[in-house]
Nanobody, 125 residues
Framework: QVQLVESGGGLVQAGGSLRLSCTAS????????MAWFRQAPGKEREFVAN????????KYAESVKGRFTISRDNAKNTLYLQMNSLKPDDTAVYYC??????????????????WGQGTQVTVSS
């Protein structure tokens, strides 16, 4: 069992920045590929970014490329999402997800084994 706890969400003006954190416990953090997803009211959950078990490869949704950066600190069992140049369309609940590394990374929410509770990000105009 892996437990994921997210933090760092909040209210920010358009053009501002936030950094989300996801701390894992219960298993060896380095054994998991990690990802961020988000879900806005009335919309399906969508992929945001992912990274492999050592953080050497990353993938981003086209809507966030150049603005968001995913990273991980395995010594701290923590995943990060640095969000810059935020837009109102970025408003959503953001979720941290973990996948066993032997199965590889994925952009599909169905591929992930463990999920955090979500943290709200609201970007005002």
């Amino acid at each position: 069992q892996v437990q994921l706890v997210e933090s760092g969400g909040g209210l920010v003006q358009a053009g501002g920045s936030l950094r989300l954190s996801c701390t894992a416990s219960g298993r060896a953090f380095s054994a998991y590929a990690m990802a961020w997803f988000r879900q806005a009211p009335g919309k399906e959950r969508e992929f945001v970014a992912n990274t492999n078990w050592i953080g050497t490869t990353t993938k981003y949704a086209e809507s966030v490329k150049g603005r968001f950066t995913i990273s991980r600190d395995n010594a701290k069992n923590t995943l990060y999402l640095q969000m810059n140049s935020l837009k109102p369309d970025d408003t959503a609940v953001y979720y941290c997800a973990a996948r066993r590394a032997v199965t590889g990374t994925s952009t599909s929410d169905n591929a992930y084994d463990y999920w955090g509770q979500g943290t709200q990000v609201t970007v005002s105009s």
